[in-house]
């Protein structure tokens, strides 16, 4: 009973730090005002939500299942998408910045001025990180129940 009492806490403690120390807008909180001296800033907060618990449980898991080829494969396709993105990374952030998107989906409407194609990727966009989402609330739910005994 205590641990839930304590995760209560916490998490209303969030809520309210969050509510009090509000500032700026949307565009300095996603976008950093597009002023980021260190683009390493970038990829440490990038690695830090791609290896999380969909990368440990999934892939791991997969991996002893399926095994060693699987795990050769995703080390060759997490290189390979790193190299696309580095190669990419600089003219998503040029356009993006030049058509002032702050979104992907704002991104190709400004581009092709197509309102349409907007909904149609942000449709497409909420059915896969609503997948990818499952097994990291998974993972977390796990860690809760063996950590404090929360059962899901």
């Not at 969050?18 to 390493?40: C, D, E, H, M, W």
């Not at 040029?94 to 942000?122: C, F, H």
């Amino acid at each position: 009973m205590i641990n839930q009492l304590l995760l209560l806490a916490y998490v209303l403690a969030i809520i309210l730090l969050s509510l009090k120390l509000r500032q700026g807008t949307f565009s300095g909180f996603v976008l950093s005002n597009r002023n980021i001296a260190y683009p390493a800033v970038i990829g440490i907060a990038y690695t830090a939500a791609y290896f999380s618990a969909a990368s440990f449980l999934g892939g791991g898991g997969y991996g002893l299942a399926a095994g060693m080829p699987w795990v050769i494969f995703c080390s060759l396709f997490h290189v390979g998408f790193a190299c696309i993105a580095w190669i990419m990374a600089g003219r998503i952030w040029t356009m993006a910045k030049q058509y002032d998107a702050k979104t992907v989906p704002q991104l190709l409407e400004r581009r092709y001025n197509s309102p349409l194609g907007k909904v149609i990727l942000a449709i497409i966009m909420l059915i896969l990180y609503t997948v990818y989402l499952v097994p990291i609330f998974k993972g977390c739910a796990t860690l809760f129940q063996g950590m404090i005994g929360v059962s899901y």
